[in-house]
């Protein structure tokens, strides 16, 4: 069965750090491009972002370059979204998504019509 399960969310205070991981399941992530997005309370969902299948290409939404690192771990099949210098607006919950490369192994965007597997999500609150 297709699964991804996110965890690492928590309560942390604005300016610190979190890193959320990735568990895939039934599936390679050499032919999957992996994303994360996130959603604020009363707003709509978001991308972070993504890797793509090879690994060769990460692309981050332009607030968030800088602050946010993404990484894969193949022996693990797991990702991970380090999070730094948080801030109060970060707070929502992320998930973690999966689609099978559409335009090949480099190629990884940050629109949800590309990923049809999805984690169950897990919880941010950044606030002091």
């Known amino acids: 069965q297709l699964q991804l399960v996110e965890s690492g969310g928590g309560l942390v205070q604005p300016g610190g750090s979190l890193r959320l991981s990735c568990a895939a399941s039934g599936f390679s992530l050499d032919y999957h491009q992996i994303g994360w997005f996130r959603q604020a309370p009363g707003k709509g969902r978001e991308g972070v972002s993504c890797?793509?299948?090879?690994?060769?290409?990460?692309n981050y939404v332009d607030p968030l370059k800088g602050r946010f690192t993404m990484s894969r771990d193949n022996a693990k099949n797991t990702v991970y979204l380090e999070m730094n210098v948080l801030k109060r607006e970060d707070t929502g919950v992320y998930y973690c998504?999966?689609?099978?490369?559409?335009?090949?192994?480099?190629?990884?965007?940050?629109?949800?019509?590309?990923?049809?597997?999805w984690g169950q999500g897990t919880r941010v609150t950044v606030s002091s």
């Open positions: 890797i793509s299948s090879s690994g060769g290409r990460i």
């Open positions: 998504v999966a689609g099978r490369a559409r335009y090949g192994r480099d190629y990884c965007g940050l629109v949800t019509s590309e990923y049809d597997i």
